[in-house]
């Protein structure tokens, strides 16, 4: 298995006092090897019919599918929303499709 480094998979979290204002960070659930992957014509023209851009598309392996309901990926100094997310059962891989977050979130790791 060839890989190029390890992804940490996050959920955003307010980690603020109750009563307080809210403070969203990154809250790492756990992390993973991972290997880009090249996106098919049919990934990207779905992607543009919707109305969402794709900049990246990234196999992770030993890792079964979060149950948080939105999911971000941190890796290289930078952050990514998970916009999909599909499961290869017979190789306990995932497949998440990668939109790079506009302004990055501060991550708590524990």
């Given at each position: 298995?060839d890989?190029?480094?390890?992804?940490?998979?996050?959920?955003?979290?307010?980690?603020?006092?109750?009563?307080?204002?809210?403070?969203?960070?990154?809250?790492?659930?756990?992390s993973?090897?991972?290997?880009?992957?090249?996106?098919?014509?049919?990934?990207?023209?779905?992607?543009?019919?919707?109305?969402?851009?794709?900049?990246?598309?990234?196999?992770?392996?030993?890792?079964?599918?979060?149950?948080?309901?939105?999911?971000?990926?941190?890796?290289?100094?930078?952050?990514?929303?998970?916009s999909?997310?599909?499961?290869?059962?017979?190789?306990?891989?995932?497949?998440?499709?990668?939109?790079?977050?506009?302004?990055?979130?501060?991550?708590?790791?524990?």
């Open positions: 298995m890989t190029e480094g390890i992804v940490k998979i996050c959920k955003l979290e307010n980690i603020s006092q109750s009563g307080r204002m809210p403070v969203e960070k990154l809250v790492e659930i756990g993973a090897y991972y290997r880009k992957r090249t996106m098919g014509y049919n990934r990207l023209y779905a992607a543009m019919g919707a109305n969402q851009s794709i900049d990246m598309l990234i196999r992770c392996f030993n890792m079964e599918a979060p149950r948080e309901p939105e999911i971000y990926a941190v890796f290289d100094e930078e952050q990514y929303r998970v999909m997310m599909q499961e290869i059962v017979d190789e306990r891989c995932l497949d998440l499709t990668l939109q790079r977050l506009e302004e990055n979130y501060d991550v708590v790791t524990e």
